[in-house]
């Protein structure tokens, strides 16, 4: 029995979360198909160019025709999105806030405050761990109800190691998986060839969880497009595993957690 330490953090730091106001139904009413934060990474590794790479990938992506397809085919026609930029543990992040998508015109609305969305984020180091608490702190105060609720973490690096007292990856990965958010991982394996696998040992969990990889920053708009697609639909690849089983039992979300 692994130590109970992730899940004592993360139940803890759900205590000193600020409760805010839920956050009003965007641009509609009822229902979506999916609640999806896509966090990404504007930490010291990632240049000015690469930050605008992943915003214009993104955007690229929502104006994508498959894209609008995966939306338009869900059993309710629509999702929100919240853009969400982290770095170091101690640093702020920042977010768009949430985003109906239910169609051409929205997909474009969004496509176009993504790609304009400035970097306000202080650089520093790679706080994965606190970027997944602030992920699924947005997803608990949306007021949103969905049908499934997922993590989007890209990045080009493995956590680093914190000097003070915050959550790291496994505390950050228990505390979403506790509120039944699956997680899911683009890994731009620029400068750390095995981050795929280090994003599938310790980053990724909750049903159908996988990783995407970008072979560098050019690839990623590219990745993130076959990434939301199948995000959006909500299936596993026919003939393979998740990804979130090769390491570990598959079975509840919460088997993952630990």
């Known amino acids: 029995m692994r130590p109970l330490l992730p ?6 730091a759900a205590l000193l979360l600020p409760a805010g106001p839920a956050c009003a139904d965007p641009g509609g009413a009822g229902p979506l198909d999916l609640l999806l934060v896509l966090a990404v990474d504007a ?5 000015d160019g690469e930050y ?14 498959e894209v609008q397809q995966a939306i338009a085919e869900g059993a309710r026609g629509s999702i929100a999105v919240n853009l969400a930029v ?21 997909a474009e609305r ?11 984020v202080v650089r520093g180091g790679t706080g994965i761990g ?13 007021g949103l109800a969905a049908d499934r609720k997922v993590i989007d973490v890209s990045g080009d690096g493995s956590e680093t190691p914190f000097r003070e007292w915050s959550l790291d990856i496994a505390q950050g990965r228990a505390f979403a998986l506790l509120r039944g958010i699956t997680i899911n991982g683009l890994a731009i394996v620029q400068d750390e060839p095995g981050l795929a696998d280090y994003y599938r040992r310790h980053l990724i969990g909750g049903a ?11 690839d990623f708009a590219a990745a993130i497009r076959r990434k939301l697609i199948r995000e959006i639909e909500g299936r596993p690849l026919v003939g393979r595993l998740p990804d ?7 079975g509840q979300a919460l088997a993952t957690a630990w």
């Open 7 to 12: 899940v004592l953090a993360a139940l803890l």
């Open 43 to 47: 930490s010291g590794s990632v240049d």
């Open 52 to 65: 605008a790479l992943q915003l214009g990938g993104i955007a690229a992506a929502l104006r994508a025709p």
């Open 86 to 106: 982290w770095s170091e543990a101690n640093r702020p992040k920042d977010s768009s806030g949430w985003q109906r998508i239910d169609g051409p015109a929205s």
């Open 110 to 120: 969004v496509a176009q405050l993504i790609e304009r969305f400035p970097r306000r």
């Open 130 to 142: 606190k970027a997944l608490q602030y992920a699924a702190w947005q997803i608990g105060q949306s």
């Open 208 to 218: 159908g969880a996988f990783v995407e990889v970008a072979s560098g920053y050019a």
């Open 244 to 250: 979130s089983c090769r390491h570990r039992p598959c």
